[in-house]
């Protein structure tokens, strides 16, 4: 990974990055699925936000990936210096994209937040460095590994 300017270059590959969040739903999706079949759907629901949570934040932050990015040879990491985020700024970033998420289900408002959701992804499609507004915010960016 090179650096010019004091900047990351580099942006990830559109692709891997839409096949990576599939991935990543997927996962989540079938733990959920189990998880409520087994323990009912509040229960699910605490432990699937739990798992999301380290998978999508703490794991992130340590290792620059969730399972879809893994895969997919692609890695989360600082915008300026192309260091791992660490524990507290990939939890910020996960969280910022999961209260997008979960907000998009209240009734009536959940519109509002589904739109700046979906503004966040169009973001990434036509920004120079593929950085999503929550990117921006925390400072991160999606680069291959």
């Known amino acids: 990974m090179s650096e010019s300017m004091g900047e990351v270059d580099g942006k990830a590959d559109l692709g891997k990055r839409i096949v990576a969040v599939i991935i ?12 409520t079949a087994a ?21 992130m932050g340590e ?13 989360i990491v600082d915008a300026s210096t192309g260091e791992l985020l660490g524990n507290q700024r990939g939890l910020q970033r996960a969280g910022l ?3 997008l ?5 209240i009734p009536v408002l959940g519109i509002l937040f589904s739109l700046v959701a979906l503004a966040d992804i169009i973001v990434a499609l036509i920004d120079d460095r593929g950085q999503r507004y929550t990117d921006k915010i925390v400072g991160s960016i999606v680069t291959a590994a």
């Open 63 to 75: 290792t620059g990936t969730t399972p879809g990015k893994q895969i997919m040879g692609l890695k």
């Open 101 to 105: 998420g979960l907000a998009g289900s």
């Open 39 to 59: 323990l009912g759907w509040l229960l699910a629901l605490a432990l699937s936000s739990a798992a999301a949570l380290y998978l999508f934040g703490w794991r």
């Open 97 to 99: 994209i999961w209260v």
């Open 24 to 35: 990543d739903a997927i996962s989540v999706g079938l733990l959920s699925m189990v998880l």
